[in-house]
């Protein structure tokens, strides 16, 4: 499976911003799919999945509330909705998958896209 995410940019603190990620590939439409985010300086960090079907999606702690994750498997694309975004969402956002999740522990991830870079200014 092939990752191009897209649909990063500069937005004020408040906005909101969608980030798109389209899959290439086998296997997409069978995979819990999902984002996470580098912030500068900062490791990797977990954001969002979502379940193959679209059924479940779970969240860290910092964006519940203000993101929605979200898929289309008709056109092997995942999306990212983000609101009432903050200057400490600024980071490179990956699309990635498939992931596990256990206790809320993310694993597996053998595909990555290219970041997105999204920079929230106030």
């Known amino acids: 499976v092939q990752l191009q995410a897209s649909g990063g940019g500069l937005v004020q603190a408040g906005d909101s911003a969608r980030l798109s990620c389209a899959a290439t590939?086998?296997?997409?439409?069978?995979?819990?799919m999902g984002w996470f985010r580098q912030i500068p300086g900062k490791e990797r960090e977990f954001v969002a999945s979502i379940t193959s079907n679209g059924g479940g999606t779970y969240y860290s702690a910092s964006v519940k509330g203000r993101f929605t994750v979200s898929r289309d498997n008709f056109k092997n694309t995942l999306y990212l909705q983000m609101n009432s975004l903050k200057e400490e969402d600024t980071a490179v956002y990956y699309c990635?998958?498939?992931?596990?999740?256990?206790?809320?522990?993310?694993?597996?991830?053998?595909?990555w896209g290219k970041g997105t870079l999204v920079t929230v200014s106030s």
């Open positions: 590939g086998y296997g997409f439409r069978l995979y819990q």
């Open positions: 990635t998958g498939p992931i596990i999740l256990k206790n809320g522990i993310p694993s597996g991830m053998d595909y």
